[in-house]
């Protein structure tokens, strides 16, 4: 993933706030020796430094692991497409203008350990419902343990944290505050929370 000095996160909390906030991403083994990765779209919560999640037993992602620990969860989000002309202001011609998408991307690479004991699954659950389904009384979801068979659990230990903020940071103020202008008028799907963003970015006095 190229970061640019201007798309790079202006903190950890940066970093950890937008993978909370996401809670979905891709989870990608590579193995050993295999054609290609295994990739598997993924619910997770972070616990820390840490994230969980879980995956079913025939998961394929299981013998990928378990050649190699090593993995990948990327996650991307808050993503809005911005027209050419949107980047243009004052008498610039709107034709000269780039278009571009704005989304905020995390790579985590990790040391991904098995948990397979149905005690620690089931913690694990607790945790995830209490992050998904706060207030719903569901503090022991697991009367019956036999489901638990039917699962694996996944703490990953992150060795490396990639951010990317890609929220128009390569550009002056001016042009950055009429992107966000048309963002909120536009108002489609993505749009407050790029714009969201990029407000914050803005503020924090990333480069221009």
Same mark, same amino acid.
């Given at each position: 993933m190229?970061?640019?000095? !201007?798309d790079a996160p202006t903190d950890d909390d940066e970093v950890a706030a937008f993978l909370t906030a996401q809670g979905f991403g891709h989870l990608v083994a590579a193995g050993r020796d295999r054609d290609v990765a295994v990739v598997v779209p993924t619910q997770f919560v972070v616990d820390g430094d840490d994230v969980l999640l879980h995956l079913a037993r025939p998961n394929p992602i299981w013998e990928a692991i378990e050649e190699n620990p090593t993995v990948v969860l990327?996650?991307? #989000?808050? !993503?809005?497409?911005?027209?050419?002309?949107?980047?243009?202001i004052g008498d610039e011609n709107p034709h000269t203008g780039i278009p571009t998408t704005y989304y905020?991307?995390?790579?985590?690479?990790?040391t991904a350990e098995i948990i397979d004991d149905p005690a620690d699954i089931a913690a694990l659950l607790r945790l995830q419902l209490a992050d998904l389904e706060p207030g719903s009384g569901r503090n022991d979801p697991i #009367?019956?343990?036999?489901?638990?068979?039917?699962?694996?659990?996944?703490?990953?230990?992150p060795t490396e944290v990639r951010g990317k903020f890609k929220y128009g940071g390569n550009v002056d103020p001016a042009h950055r505050l009429a992107v966000a202008e048309n963002l909120a008028a536009?108002? #489609?799907?993505?749009?407050?929370?790029a714009r969201a963003h990029l407000l914050r970015?803005?503020?924090e006095g990333r480069p221009g």
């Open positions: 190229l970061v640019h000095r !201007w990327s996650v991307a #989000g808050d !993503w809005a497409y911005v027209p050419s002309w949107w980047k243009t905020g991307a995390v790579q985590l690479t990790a #009367g019956d343990p036999r489901p638990l068979g039917q699962i694996r659990g996944l703490r990953l230990r536009r108002d #489609g799907p993505g749009d407050q929370a970015r803005l503020d």
